[in-house]
């Protein structure tokens, strides 16, 4: 059984009923830039978003330490709504609901299941 899968479909069933609290988001990221042998851009990083469902809440305790600036917010991105992974150098862009916006990403960290990555966001 495909854990991560199961509980994103619970959740994407709850928010098309409800109208929330995950939402159509994407992750922005970009890849490495390439250089020559004499350093010169060969190809420049490339924007990629990826599409995702993701929710906004207000900072956990635990965000609330190092770093932390009112207006900082936790997500949760809903694992088996994402190809890949996310660290921080990420971007989130939550595209619908009461949070729309893009988001710095300052913290991240998945949960034991393997369902959601959790992370402290920045408006960008």
Do not use: N
Request: net charge negative; charged share 20%.
């Amino acid at each position: 059984m495909d854990v991560p899968a199961m509980f994103a479909g619970i959740a994407q069933g709850i928010s098309a009923m409800f109208g929330g609290p995950y939402h159509a988001a994407q992750v922005i990221t970009f890849t490495e830039t390439e250089y020559d042998a004499g350093g010169s851009i060969v190809s420049p990083g490339v924007e990629v978003r990826r599409d995702c469902q993701a929710q906004i809440d207000v900072a956990t305790e635990a965000m609330r330490a190092e770093g932390y600036a009112s207006g900082d917010v936790r997500f949760l991105i809903l694992a088996a709504t994402l190809s890949g992974t996310i660290d921080t150098d990420a971007k989130v862009e939550v595209l619908a609901g009461p949070h729309v916006g893009t988001w710095h990403v300052s913290q991240i960290e998945r949960d034991p299941m393997g369902v959601y990555y959790a992370g402290r966001g920045r408006r960008a």
